[in-house]
C-alpha cells in the first residue's frame, strides 16, 4: 500500500510541478497547490501559493488567478489574461514533465539493474510438453533449437516461434546438462494490439529468480531511451486501437486496483522494478493526458489552438457544456475501469455485500 501510494504521489506531483512552474515563469498567479483531493490534511501558505496535502491521493491540481471566465478580471496576473500560445504552453508543461520523469526513471532501471527472469524453471502445468517429457522444476533452461538462452523471454520467444515443430530444450540439472525433445502445442492468443496469432508452448513457468542486467551510463541511456520510444508507440497504438474497436478496452486497461497489484509485485522485485513502474505510469499519464478530450490538458490545449486560429475565445456557455461532458464521460469511465478492476481481481462479489447484495 505505502508503495502504491508513494507511485501515485509521484506522478501527480511531477504533473502538477510542471504547470506550476510554467505558470510562475509566466508570472501568472498560482493560489493553490494541492497533492490529493478531499479534507485537507496540511495546509502552509508560502506567498501567494497554499500549498495542501489532501486525504484523497488519487489525484491533485493547481489553481491559478482568473482560471476560468467567472472569475477573470482582467488583471496582468491572471492565467486567461495570457496569450493562447502561453496557456496552452502552461498546460502542456504537466504532460511534458511525466514525460521527462519517464525518460530518467527508464535511464536509472537500466543503470542500476534492469530485472529479469532467470531461466529457472519454477512450475509445469500439467499434461502440457515439458511435464510429460520429464522436465522438473528447478531446471534450468540453457538452450532451444540449438540457440543458447540468456533470460526466461529468451526460452518464450524461441518456444512460440517452434509452433507444431520438434524442438530439443537443453537443461542443467544438478551439474548435469540433459536433452528434451518435444512439439510445442499450438495455441491461439491475443497480442497486446487485439490481433491473433499462433504461438507455441510447453508449459512451463518462471521461478522467482531475477537476474539484475547493468549497463553503463550511456548504453543505459541508449535503452532506456528505445524503451520509452517503443512503449510510447505502443500506447498510441493501442489507444487508437481501442477506439476503433480492434482491441478490447475491458480487457487492457487497468485502474487503481490494478495498479496497486503492480506495484506491490514491483516492490518485492526491487527498486530497479519500481522505477520502471513509475516511468511506465508516468509515460502513460503525458500521453492519456494530451488526448485532445474535454477537461484534459490535449483538450484545453486544443481550444487555446482553435481561439489563435478565429482570434477570439469560444462562448463561456460552450466551453461549460464541453467541459460538463468532458467531465461526465471522465466519471463513467473510472466508474467502469474499477468495476472492471474488482471482477478481473476476483473482488466483484465482496464489494456487492457492502450493498447488501
Not at 33 to 41: A, H, Q, R, V
Not at 205 to 219: F, H, L, N, Q
Not at 242 to 250: C, H, L, P, R
Not at 276 to 303: Q, R
Amino acid at each position: 500500500m505505502i508503495t502504491f501510494i508513494l507511485i501515485l504521489s509521484i506522478l501527480i506531483l511531477v504533473h502538477e510541478l510542471g504547470h506550476f512552474i510554467a505558470a510562475k515563469q509566466l508570472k501568472v498567479k498560482v493560489e493553490k497547490f494541492s497533492l490529493g483531493f478531499g479534507p485537507k490534511l496540511f495546509s502552509k501558505k508560502i506567498g501567494d501559493t497554499e500549498y495542501m496535502l489532501c486525504a484523497i491521493p488519487f489525484g491533485g491540481f493547481i489553481k491559478m488567478a482568473g482560471d476560468s471566465s467567472e472569475e477573470f478580471k482582467g488583471r496582468q496576473e491572471e492565467f486567461l489574461s495570457r496569450m493562447p500560445g502561453q496557456r496552452a504552453r502552461i498546460i502542456f508543461a504537466g504532460p511534458f514533465f511525466n514525460y521527462v520523469l519517464a525518460f530518467l526513471c527508464l535511464w536509472m532501471v537500466y543503470y542500476l539493474g534492469y530485472p529479469r527472469f532467470s531461466t529457472k524453471i519454477g512450475e509445469l502445468v500439467s499434461g502440457l510438453p515439458a511435464e510429460t517429457s520429464g522436465m522438473q522444476v528447478g531446471d534450468k533452461v540453457v538452450e532451444v533449437g540449438g540457440r543458447s538462452v540468456q533470460y526466461w523471454e529468451d526460452i518464450s520467444k524461441q518456444i512460440h516461434a517452434k509452433r507444431g515443430e520438434i524442438v530439443t530444450v537443453k537443461v542443467l540439472r544438478e551439474s548435469q546438462e540433459l536433452d528434451f525433445q518435444m512439439s510445442p502445442e499450438v495455441k491461439e492468443v491475443n497480442t497486446v494490439f487485439g490481433k491473433k496469432v499462433e504461438v507455441g508452448l510447453i508449459g512451463i513457468k518462471p521461478s522467482d529468480e531475477i537476474i539484475k542486467v547493468r549497463y553503463g551510463i550511456w548504453d543505459s541511456l541508449l535503452k532506456g531511451t528505445q524503451n520509452l520510444v517503443s512503449m510510447t508507440a505502443m500506447t498510441i497504438v493501442a489507444i487508437f486501437s481501442i477506439i476503433t474497436g480492434t482491441m478490447s478496452f475491458k480487457e487492457s486497461v487497468t485502474g487503481p486496483l490494478g495498479i496497486f497489484f503492480i506495484a506491490s509485485g514491483a516492490a518485492k522485485l526491487g527498486f530497479s522494478a519500481v522505477l520502471h513502474v513509475i516511468g511506465i505510469l508516468s509515460m502513460s499519464l503525458a500521453v492519456f493526458n494530451l488526448l485532445p478530450l474535454p477537461i484534459l490538458d490535449g483538450g484545453h490545449i486544443c481550444l487555446a489552438g482553435l481561439e489563435k486560429i478565429r482570434k477570439r475565445p469560444l462562448a463561456p456557455k460552450i466551453e461549460e457544456v464541453m467541459g460538463n461532458i468532458g467531465m461526465s464521460f471522465l466519471i463513467i469511465l473510472a466508474v467502469f475501469i474499477f468495476c472492471n478492476d474488482l471482477i478481473r481481481y476476483g473482488y466483484w462479489d465482496k464489494f456487492l455485500v457492502l450493498f447488501g447484495k
